[in-house]
């Protein structure tokens, strides 16, 4: 916590720009190769479970977190030989395993629990839903990108049964989706589609957040449930609308990190945690 920057020292400094949030839906075997060359001209943030996919297919996202604190989430990381060019988002809720399965850089942050307090170093708090989805909207909102654009966020199945995007390590079709009750919904395309209560929630919890933003959210799933508040649009179309402009993001990440690194004084701060603790 202390050796690593905040989330926050990022916080305004991609104002204007637009970010692309990649969850691991089946849509996302669609539209994947469209990553290809828009490192420069978007910020990438990759939820967890798309991750090793969006690896497999050569393309590096600029950030990547997690949120689960189950047994596993480690996987997400393991194998990955090159952790160069991308920054995880670590929350001290996750078990420790996955914080060190990701052997690259990594910028702090907390989800909105006031034990956090105690240690009075903010790194930046972000109050969220389930969805490690939903954590990296809110972190994009906070880095000011305006679009946000949705690729891979189905929260549905896909029509042949499917629940995630081709290469996810836990496979393609997820047998716990299918004990689910299914719950019918308005997919993208005015039809209706097949969810689930967890989806349902994680749904219902972007909308929320899309409410409260002050920018645009383009669903650019292409397949899916239907977000209120988010316009629908092929991800092809929002590419050639909104991420023409090279800006190179990863520079303004390391920038951040490094400018963090070399004023940071780990014996001072250890030396205050540890007085901290003697009096607690």
């Not at 930046?124 to 000011?144: D, H, M, P, Q, R």
């Not at 395309?189 to 969810?195: F, I």
Request: hydrophobic fraction near 40%; proline fraction near 5%; charge should be negative.
């Amino acid at each position: 916590i202390f050796s690593n920057p905040g989330i926050d020292t990022v916080y305004g400094k991609f104002a204007g720009r637009p970010g692309v949030l990649v969850a691991a839906g089946p849509s996302l075997n669609k539209n994947m190769r469209l990553l290809e060359g828009l490192q420069e001209k978007a910020l990438i943030f990759s939820c967890d479970a798309s991750y090793i996919s969006l690896l497999k297919k050569g393309i590096q996202p600029h950030l990547v977190t997690s949120l689960e604190r189950t047994p596993g989430v480690d996987l997400f990381y393991s194998g990955v030989d090159n952790f160069s060019g991308v920054y995880f988002v670590a929350l001290p809720i996750l078990r420790p395993e996955t914080i060190d399965s990701f052997k690259g850089k990594k910028f702090i942050g907390y989800r909105g629990y006031s034990h956090f307090n105690w240690l009075e170093e903010e790194k930046g708090t972000l109050n969220v839903g389930i969805s490690v989805a939903n954590l990296s909207f809110k972190i994009l909102v906070e880095l000011g990108c305006n679009p946000i654009i949705l690729i891979g966020q189905d929260l549905a199945y896909a029509e042949d049964g499917d629940t995630h995007v081709k290469g996810d390590i836990f496979g393609s079709r997820n047998e716990w989706y299918a004990k689910q009750p299914v719950i019918e919904l308005e997919g993208n395309d005015g039809k209706p589609v097949k969810s689930e209560k967890r989806w349902v929630i994680m749904k219902n919890t972007y909308e929320e957040d899309i409410a409260f933003y002050q920018g645009t959210c383009i669903n650019a799933t292409e397949g899916g449930a239907k977000i209120l508040g988010a316009k629908v649009m092929p991800f092809k179309d929002a590419i050639e609308k909104y991420c023409m402009d090279a800006f190179q993001p990863d520079l303004i990440l390391d920038e951040a990190y490094s400018s963090f690194s070399e004023s940071v004084d780990m014996p001072e701060e250890m030396s205050l945690i540890k007085k901290k603790m003697h009096e607690s």
